[in-house]
T-cell receptor, first 114, second 111 residues
Framework: DGGITQSPKYLFRKEGQNVTLSCEQNLNHDAMYWYRQDPGQGLRLIYYSQIVNDFQKGDIAEGYSVSREKKESFPLTVTSAQKNPTAFYLC?????????????FGQGTRLTVV | KNQVEQSPQSLIILEGKNCTLQCNYTVSPFSNLRWYKQDTGRGPVSLTIMTFSENTKSNGRYTATLDADTKQSSLHITASQLSDSASYICVVSAAGTALIFGKGTTLSVSS
């Protein structure tokens, strides 16, 4: 089955720790995104990548880092510099070459700081 | 600045009734507009996608409209069901840049 997979579904982090959220897609899409969603709020862009080995900061990149070493994978690291990391994180992929192609989302990772 | 505004922020309707959600955007250059449904704790799922030349598109009980001149879109839900309770997100794609999300409309359908 083609799709986009996020793992884990739930993640607990102690204060001061770095954690990495996984996002893998087998859709052969060029572009991948990371969004953060807080209760009652819309999605906010953290980072995006339009091609392998290249990525851009979104609106709320501080305290996060990403890599794009492979087309299929776009992991997000939440560093200890992120002061309020508890949120729902969504990964998405999109193929820009076809304007009719929809964006596919993973099922999300809920990160909680304990 | 590229922006997507949705209204209302939340909506409560009785099962079986119709409703319309609004999306206004200031995105340029416009590529396409999508409506997504997001159930609580899940990833958004696409309902419709509309390009510049399309005015209306239906997906079952969901009908989306697009007026590219006024930069407005609507999502009409007919004969609502309890399972329609979710957040509905309008997403506009600007050519060559990332997706621009609206904050969503939370719909609650009650029996």
């Amino acid at each position: 089955d083609g799709g986009i997979t996020q793992s884990p579904k739930y993640l607990f982090r102690k204060e001061g720790q770095n954690v990495t959220l996984s996002c893998e897609q087998n859709l052969n899409h060029d572009a991948m995104y990371w969004y953060r969603q807080d209760p009652g709020q819309g999605l906010r862009l953290i980072y995006y990548s339009q091609i392998v080995n290249d990525f851009q900061k979104g609106d709320i990149a501080e305290g996060y880092s990403v890599s794009r070493e492979k087309k299929e994978s776009f992991p997000l690291t939440v560093t200890s510099a992120q002061k309020n990391p508890t949120a729902f994180y969504l990964c998405a992929s999109l193929n820009y070459r076809d304007s009719d192609t929809e964006a596919f989302f993973g099922q999300g990772t809920r990160l909680t700081v304990v | 600045k590229n922006q997507v505004e949705q209204s209302p922020q939340s909506l409560i309707i009785l099962e079986g009734k119709n409703c319309t959600l609004q999306c206004n955007y200031t995105v340029s250059p416009f590529s396409n507009l999508r409506w997504y449904k997001q159930d609580t704790g899940r990833g958004p799922v696409s309902l419709t996608i509309m390009t510049f030349s399309e005015n209306t598109k239906s997906n079952g009980r969901y009908t989306a409209t697009l007026d590219a001149d006024t930069k407005q879109s609507s999502l009409h839900i007919t004969a609502s069901q309890l399972s329609d309770s979710a957040s509905y997100i309008c997403v506009v794609s600007a050519a060559g840049t990332a997706l621009i999300f609206g904050k969503g409309t939370t719909l609650s359908v009650s029996s």
